[in-house]
């Protein structure tokens, strides 16, 4: 179970304990904020794309949503999302729970500008009912992103 991937992984960084479980579905946006009872925006969510045939994890705020002419020009690609049945295969965590912690060999973790926002934020934990809140350079430190990208559009009003 990859929630149980996760929590070793912060076990190791003394960090099982700031995992948190839901009673309740967090699989999207809306349902993670209703669950954590905050705003939308500040739920970190992980998209998978495949890039010259290997995964990559964007990792946005909930109220982004990517733009195709910027992925293009950042991953030289256009956006190709990876199929539901690739998600645990490629990533090593389902739909609704994937997250940039604990994720397969080879996946490579960017972080979007438009966390950049918030002081803290939710990424989800490897289940469709889980989430931990970090500060932003948590997220740095423990995602082991490649980089920070700006790839995504936010709505008009923030």
């Not at 699989?27 to 905050?38: G, I, M, P, R």
């Not at 690739?86 to 972080?111: D, R, T």
């Not at 948590?138 to 082991?144: A, H, N």
């Amino acid at each position: 179970m990859s929630i149980e991937r996760v929590r070793e992984y912060f076990r190791d960084h003394g960090m099982e304990d700031r995992v948190l479980e839901f009673d309740v579905s967090s699989a999207t946006v809306e349902l993670a904020a209703e669950a954590l009872h905050c705003e939308p925006c500040r739920i970190a969510k992980t998209l998978s794309f495949t890039v010259g045939g290997r995964a990559i994890l964007i990792v946005m705020a909930g109220d982004a949503k990517i733009n195709n002419a910027k992925y293009k020009a950042r991953f030289a690609a256009k956006a190709k999302m990876l199929t539901f049945e690739e998600v645990e295969q490629m990533i090593g965590h389902g739909v609704g729970g994937v997250c940039p912690f604990a994720v397969n060999e080879g996946v490579s973790v960017y972080l979007d500008e438009s966390l950049k926002r918030f002081s803290t934020v939710f990424p989800a934990c490897g289940s469709a009912n889980s989430a931990i809140e970090l500060t932003i350079p948590e997220l740095e430190k423990y995602s082991g992103f490649e980089e920070w990208v700006d790839v995504c559009k936010l709505p008009e009003e923030c």
